[in-house]
């Protein structure tokens, strides 16, 4: 694997005949795989075959499209058990890092089930790395976060650096969907929608440029430098 720039134009190609060539395999670090919970939308069998299809050889899998959501050493071993037997392609996984408030409780949906792991046992069970975000997906957030459902719900910051420092011990990786809420709000209040919820963003779908104004560069500007 190497860096884009560091590859001459034609490096690696490979003529086998007249309009047929050989490239190197890509890599998707960010895939939606909806299985387990809703294959009709895709699974790793239609998902992994599109990739192999479009030359792509290695994908990562989100944790976040399926059901459950990947927060426990379980959710991971069954997502690999089912893509072994799919996969067209080389496939790892990401796991989703929720609020210790959730942790602590152990539930999804409303349901009782073994608390969502800590870091460091799915790392050892094989993520890939670490996805948090710390936008809120909608106005329920509360909600969710007292029922303990972890639908990848946001980090504050202190939870994300106390993440971040739990990661660097192991020499993890953590990946970061950095919007700061409070511009995002602001943004989205200035152009007359709330984008944050579904039905706003499916009536916004057909006005890129409402949904582009909702997401000013300098939201992810105060995230980061947050």
């Not at 299809?53 to 426990?72: N, W, Y």
Request: aromatic share 6%.
């Amino acid at each position: 694997i190497v860096r884009a720039r560091e590859v001459s134009a034609g490096a690696g190609m490979h003529l086998v005949r007249p309009r047929m060539v050989v490239l190197p395999g890509g890599v998707d670090t960010h895939v939606s795989f909806c299985e387990p919970g809703h294959v009709q939308r895709e699974g790793f069998s239609s998902g992994t075959m599109a990739a192999a299809l479009g030359g792509v050889t290695s994908v990562l899998e989100m944790p976040h499209s399926s059901t459950p959501v990947t927060v426990r050493a379980e959710d991971l071993q069954h997502k690999r058990s089912a893509a072994a037997e799919q996969a067209y392609v080389d496939i790892g996984f990401w796991a989703a890092l929720v609020p210790p408030s959730v942790q602590s409780r152990g539930r999804v949906s409303g349901q009782d089930r073994p608390s969502c792991a800590e870091p460091e046992e799915l790392w050892e069970s094989g993520a890939f790395g670490f996805v948090c975000t710390l936008l809120p997906l909608d106005h329920s957030t509360d909600a969710l976060r007292s029922a303990g459902t972890p639908q990848l719900l946001p980090l504050t910051p202190a939870e994300l650096r106390e993440a971040m420092m739990r990661i660097a011990r192991f020499d993890g990786l953590l990946a970061v969907h950095a919007e700061d809420s409070r511009t995002i709000a602001a943004a989205a209040g200035a152009t007359g929608a709330n984008l944050s919820s579904r039905l706003a963003w499916a009536q916004a779908a057909a006005r890129y440029s409402a949904w582009a104004a909702s997401r000013p560069a300098e939201a992810e500007v105060i995230a980061v430098e947050g």
